[in-house]
T-cell receptor, first 114, second 112 residues
């Protein structure tokens, strides 16, 4: 049973436009959410996170929105750049997760076209 | 470089052989995690250490797998009698309490 799902395996966006990556979760005990970016043959790189006490967190071009009632979060990248092309993973942790262990979604491959 | 370091980056081994991977976490991080990632999937949790104590192990971690963090600093992950299904990227991450985890570049294992 997948507790964190990213239903879009891929997304293609034009440079300069907004990229919106979505993530859904089922475990109501999750209270901390993160987005990671991954290039081939490298480990995931932390991008941005949000606690369940907030509904929005912004860092430069990256904004994460959390809708707890819908158990849904999204990552907005504005404006998108070709260097943003990578696989993006949504992850979640909660009070029942040992030591903040993360449960990951399956990833969304973002392609930003020049 | 003060990030998470993993060694080796790549390992090719014959089925049935034992392999050992090393992870050096960020020095001030007391929490260390091992994850496994297969093609097209997100990373899956394997095990977690707080300092030298192994506090959690996933059901994915069969009895052929063992992890240690003897002095609360670096960690090793050993796989005995490797099988083709063990082929994956093995990722190490570290964190402090209440913070997001930072990952190393991973060790890609290929069992032939």
């Amino acid at each position: 049973d997948q507790q964190v799902k990213q239903n879009s395996p891929s997304l293609s966006v034009q440079e300069g436009r907004i990229s919106i990556l979505n993530c859904d979760y089922t475990n109501s005990m999750f209270d901390y959410f993160l987005w990671y970016k991954k290039y081939p043959a490298e480990g995931p790189t932390f991008l941005i996170s949000i606690s369940s006490i907030k509904d929005k967190n912004e860092d430069g071009r990256f904004t994460v929105f959390l809708n707890k009632s819908a158990k849904h979060l999204s990552l907005h990248i504005v404006p998108s750049q070709p260097g943003d092309s990578a696989v993006y993973f949504c992850a979640a942790s909660g009070i029942n997760n040992a030591g903040n262990m993360l449960t990951f979604g399956g990833g969304t491959r973002l392609m930003v076209k020049p | 470089d003060t990030g998470v370091s993993q060694d080796p980056r790549h390992k090719i081994t014959k089925r049935g052989q034992n392999v050992t991977f090393r992870c050096d976490p960020i020095s001030e991080h007391n929490r260390l995690y091992w994850y496994r990632q297969t093609l097209g999937q997100g990373p899956e949790f394997l095990t977690y250490f707080q300092n030298e104590a192994q506090l959690e192990k996933s059901r994915l971690l069969s009895d052929r797998f063992s992890a240690e963090r003897p002095k609360g600093s670096f960690s090793t992950l050993e796989i005995q009698r490797t099988e083709q299904g063990d082929s994956a990227m093995y990722l190490c991450a570290s964190s402090t309490e209440g913070a997001g985890a930072f990952f190393g570049q991973g060790t890609r294992l290929t069992v032939v």
